[in-house]
């Protein structure tokens, strides 16, 4: 449906869009409806050009390089050469002297609790709420549904509880108990009597008496033990109410009467507006900030029926405890919110300029996401010290940070804020940033609170970036390259020596199988111990098994130690993933097409078709990966290469987009959590209408000539015509 505007100040603003910001937004800030509209156009119309140059900018810098790498064809990429000419386009920067960071008022579980980070599509009010409460979630739960406990000797999940299952779910606890809460003797699996608090002491001799924190009491029985370590906190639950065969199952097998043992888990949940959802009008964009708003008010709810059964979902409350002084403390209920805006590329027809163009969707990101967040300043529901977190993703080089900083600068006088009230993570995910990691970190160095490494959108704009220089290697042979390690290591490096150490966050990508528990627990350990403060997951559950790593490794004292190790070379950030005369077999050709194409027409089916911004999406295999724009943009630019380079022909990558289309339908048709969606409208068989169909296959054969390989501008104009 097309947009009904509303004419304020210079600007055409959707009525949806006016009515959302003037009575429900506005009320309660303190920010007066002219002060914002009035604020707001005079900013927009100062920063647009801005914006536009900057992308021009790219567009000039990726024409240089294209021609550079056509100039030298055939020859032996000389790094010293190809370093040289960088610098004199300055796409490499000139890195300037030794700094740290001056960011300032930021809540613990940035600066001193590593933990698991949850992304979430700001759209779906359910995962919203999952996401910001899985801040304290079950270990029992968490471990008897997934494959960390093998289904073996009889341990079935099974429709109802399985006592043998829950047996060794109580026994892999107490494991755990040992390890990270240890007694001074003995073992948590052979104790026979429940812990007793006398006058605020434990009656339990631990090998580090202050790992108790706390305890609570119910009908003056012990109810609750506390305890932390590195800086997270364990729950252990009792249940001495004598009613267990009906409630708890799990507690009656156990002679300790646990109950469950909960963790601290989501430290800090990113809310996201861009990668995972699908947002391209002012009727989706309010849908988010509606629920943005809902946070930070502490209203939000979702409704919603399981197993036949009524269920309303609202925000967690604080939890309560008393100290081992005897005095009340209470612990944050839910997770740190954050806020992700999209980045400097898309514009959106919620509001149009004076001249008639569409608005840049991330500067109306910020003013729209940091006035919902002045909400939260009197209820402190959130942030503690009154800042607002928002990621910015996709900003390539030193200078689109500086434009971010001066956004940021315009929103805080426009809303009476603080300066640097509004805090900045930089997500290191373009390769003229990570090459330019310090000078990013400097244009932000009063508000950064976070950086981190994005593997999939990297290698997209590492493929788009040297298209001309020839085939990449197979996309599951890039994490093994040499310029990944080098990229993961610099983003560590750059961060501990501008001092984010004990201050901000240093951040890792995410587990993208949410089935394979398993293999998690076994390889995301490694997110700790390269120095990452937090690393994503894609689950509560997933983020309380891997809450167990922080829980293994001192991530600061880590820290320390990597701040002595040598930095990560240039030249090896610098290399390129380029196949050396590859001698492929049509066979190993084709599988590779067929995966890339299947997690393409799989994930755009349902954001074109559907509104859905992150699906789990099965490989080629039957492995659930989770899919959103990034990867999207890998395996498009990754076919487009291929095609470029001749490693493929049109046909045949055509005739597997559509072989793969109808095994994406078969996969949809059967899929239960396409329910509650519009009806499924397969693609094969109707090829030629199928506006998804025609999107997945525009995505590969353009990806060329897309504006650094994004996904957005296609996907968008298909769903606008879907939608319309």
Known sequence: ??????????????????????????????????????????????????????????????????????????????????????????????SGPNFKIKTKNLDKEISSICGPQLVCPVSNARFLLNAANARWVSLYDSLYGTDIIPETHGALKGKTYNPIRGKKVIEHARNLLDKYV???????????????????KINLRLKNPNQFVGYKKKTNKLSSLL?????????????????MEINNPEGNQDKLKIHDIILESAISTICDHEDSVAAVDAEDKILGYKNWLGLMRGNLKSEFVKKGKKNIRRLNSDRNYISKKGKKIKLHGRSLLLNRNVGHLMTNPAILLKDGSECPEGILDAFITSLASIHDFKRKGNSRVNSIYIVKPKMHGPEECAFT???????????????????????????????????CIRALKNRVFFINTGFLDRTGDEIHTSMEVGPMIFKGDMKSSKWISAYENNNVDIGIACGFSGKAQI???????????????????????????????PSPTAAALHALHYHEVNVFDKQKKLSKRKPA?????????????????IEEITKELKNNAQGILGYVVRWVDQSVGCSKVPDINGVGLMEDRATCRISSQHIANWLFHGICSKKHVLEIMKKMAKVVDSQNLKDQSMKGQAPYQTMSGNFDKSIAFKAACELVFHGRSQPSGYTEPILHINRLLKKN
């Open 1 to 94: 449906m097309k947009e009904k505007y509303i004419k304020i100040k210079n600007l055409s603003v959707s009525k949806k869009l006016v009515s959302f910001i003037n009575n429900e937004l506005l009320p309660g800030t303190n920010v007066s409806k002219e002060r914002f509209w009035s604020g707001f156009n005079k900013c927009i119309h100062e920063l647009s050009p801005k914006n536009k140059k900057l992308l021009e900018t790219r567009e000039k810098i990726q024409k240089i390089i294209d021609t550079w790498h056509k100039d030298n064809q055939g020859k032996k990429l000389n790094l010293k050469k190809y370093t040289e000419f960088l610098k004199k386009i300055s796409y490499l920067k000139k």
């Open 182 to 200: 240890p007694l001074k003797e003995g073992s948590w699996k052979y104790l026979s009597k429940i812990p007793e608090v006398k006058n605020n």
């Open 227 to 243: 305890f932390v370590n590195n800086n997270l906190h364990i729950d252990i639950l009792f249940d001495q109410s004598g009613n």
């Open 405 to 439: 900083n001066l956004i940021f600068e315009k929103v805080e006088k426009v809303l009476n804020l603080k300066k640097y009230q509004i805090l900045c993570g930089i997500m290191d995910e373009e390769r003229r940033t990570s090459v330019n990691l310090k000078e």
């Open 507 to 537: 951040g890792k990508g995410m587990w993208a199988m949410p089935d394979l528990m398993a293999d998690m627990i076994k390889q995301k350990i490694n997110h700790p111990l390269a120095g990452a403060n937090c690393a994503w997951v």
């Open 569 to 585: 070379k240039l030249n090896n950030l610098l290399t390129i993933p380029v196949a050396n005369k590859p001698n492929w077999s």
